[in-house]
């Protein structure tokens, strides 16, 4: 009788570019999977670069908060020490996770040194796809700065100052960047809104205030040709029936800020079909639905806009005290909003009627 060939398989070992496809559908299995190879192969700085990619971007089952973002940054301090002149995504991962903001400036001040020196290189050997691979992340990394400036203890002047200064790096380096544009454009509306709050100060004499409201006219204008520039780029490609590749169409959230920054600046015509096809995959989030109401209104169509603006109160009112706290915040800018809610909702035609139009209830 012949024996049984009693001897264990060996459990084949994926590489890194099958734990990157795996992470697509299946993140937890994929931060698994690399836990048991940093485990096996510690100097490893692929494998832990990855995994704090992971934890920082993915909700991992035993990986929450503040623990994912602990475990990612001890990988990435290892990862530094082991390579500290290689990879510059590594340090803008981490000040992405630094509490100190002085830290996270420097440590992306660091990862953009090398990723330019790492860009010379690779001109050097005509490697145009990481040329641009790194140019994009160097203007991310300089958006990224734009907005850390201005939560920093400055003085408000010289805060707008470096940031704006960082988006024009950003915009040098790649002049219509969409994220460079749109950051642009929220840096331009903070300031405006907040010129606009110091016109309430009385000791202003006429001819200050009238300096300042053509102060605000001018960033107006300045606002609404970045946001136009950068959203007019992904726009069409809402059409099409695959829309998401991350390097061509933002993230909804990026959406979100975008409508907000469209609804305004009055250019609702440029919002309203970001909101579309944002309600259409999300018909219960509150910022849609209050913002497609005003974006309807706008354009005129006041029995969207009505309709909507009922389904936002609906939403506010599911709402804990907290986040109606903030909702309220933000709502007090639009008193369309308001107006809109005081509304009747429209009832179907009234067959009986002459002309068969819409009746809304005074």
Known sequence: ????????????????DDIAEI????PELAVNLLMEMDKNHPDNCQVMDMLAELLINEQVVGYHGDLAIDKAGALLQRSIEL??????????????????????????NTGIRIAEAEGQAAQLVQDSDRVNQLKNEIVQARVSQADLILLMDLPQTEAFHQAHSFISMALELIPNDRRALQNRASL?????????????????SPTEQEQRRANIQTLFQNCQAAITSSVQQWIPLLDSPVF??????????????????LVDLRLSQHALPILQQLISVDDENFDVCYLISLAYADQGDM??????????????????EESQA???????????????TQMEEPVEPDESSDDGKMQIDD
Do not use: C, W
């Open 1 to 16: 009788m012949a024996k049984k060939d009693r001897s264990k398989k060996k459990r084949s070992i994926p590489s890194l």
């Open 244 to 261: 998401d590749d991350e390097d061509e169409l933002p993230s909804p959230s990026e959406r979100l800020i975008a409508s907000q920054l």
């Open 83 to 108: 390579q500290p002149q290689q990879n510059p995504i590594r340090y803008f991962n981490l000040a992405m996770i630094t509490p100190n903001q002085q830290e996270a400036m420097e440590l992306y």
């Open 188 to 204: 331009l509306m903070t300031e405006m809104r907040q010129l606009d709050a110091s016109l309430r100060d009385p000791s202003l």
């Open 23 to 26: 992470a697509v559908t299946d």
């Open 326 to 340: 903030l909702i309220q915040e933000q709502l007090f800018r639009f008193a369309d909003y308001y107006q809109l």
């Open 303 to 320: 029995t969207q806009g009505i309709i909507h603006a009922h389904q936002a109160h609906l939403l506010y009112q599911k709402e804990n």
